[in-house]
């Protein structure tokens, strides 16, 4: 179901992803000590794999960026592609991370 989502996203025309929050939950949690948009602008210049460090992410995962009061969310399309994600209704064990 996951990769039919996928297959669905043209990276390219898309600048919001709107993926259903009840098919996520929380998976790891990886202390980056930067921001939203500096992980965005990171992700723009090398792979996710090398700013995230051994996070070893799926094609379709979530990543979160939690600045304790406005989580961010980021869809993981492939190593050198994330794109912002919006999610409503999203219930978290109180850690940022990546969910799956």
């Not at 989502?5 to 259903?20: E, G, R, T």
């Not at 996070?55 to 961010?72: F, R």
Request: glycine fraction near 8%; hydrophobic fraction near 35%; charge should be negative.
């Amino acid at each position: 179901m996951e990769r039919k989502a996928w297959l669905s996203i043209d990276p390219k025309k898309q600048n919001w992803c709107y993926p259903p929050a009840y098919r996520y939950q929380f998976r790891k949690e990886i202390p980056l000590g930067m921001s939203a948009a500096q992980f965005y602008a990171a992700v723009m210049e090398e792979p996710v794999e090398d700013v995230l460090g051994d996070a070893s992410l799926k094609p379709g995962e979530l990543i979160e960026i939690d600045n304790g009061l406005n989580p961010q969310f980021f869809y993981y399309y492939n190593s050198m592609t994330v794109i912002p994600a919006k999610m409503i209704g999203f219930e978290k064990p109180g850690k940022a991370g990546c969910h799956d």
